[in-house]
């Protein structure tokens, strides 16, 4: 398979190239880099902390809706068997 232009796979080696060679060409790019996995990890854990909190909320809302039993219950489990 050729790595050229007009197929998708060869254009984004294309661009991987680019942004690697860029990379390497300037070196306060990393301290870039080290500071956006920081702010990444501080929204990661406010949304999973959120999403505790949240979760929570309806775990206990849930647990104070009353369910019926059903009509005509009696619990006998269906399927079959000596009545």
């Known amino acids: 398979m050729e790595l050229g ?5 060869g254009y984004l080696w294309l661009r991987a ?9 300037t070196g306060d790019l990393g ?16 949304a999973a902390a959120v999403g505790v909190i949240i ?4 775990r206990d809302r849930a647990s104070e809706i009353a369910i019926p039993d059903a009509p ?4 006998s ?5 000596n009545p």
């Not at 301290?31 to 406010?46: C, D, F, M, N, Q």
């Not at 979760?55 to 309806?58: G, K, S």
């Not at 005509?72 to 619990?75: A, I, M, T």
């Open 77 to 81: 489990g269906g399927g079959g068997g």
């Open 31 to 46: 301290a870039s880099a080290i500071e956006w996995v920081i702010i990444t990890g501080v929204l990661v854990a406010l």
């Open 72 to 75: 005509g219950g009696g619990g």
């Open 17 to 25: 190239r680019v942004r690697l060679d860029r990379a390497r060409s």
């Open 5 to 9: 232009l007009d197929n998708p796979l």
């Open 55 to 58: 979760y929570n909320l309806v």
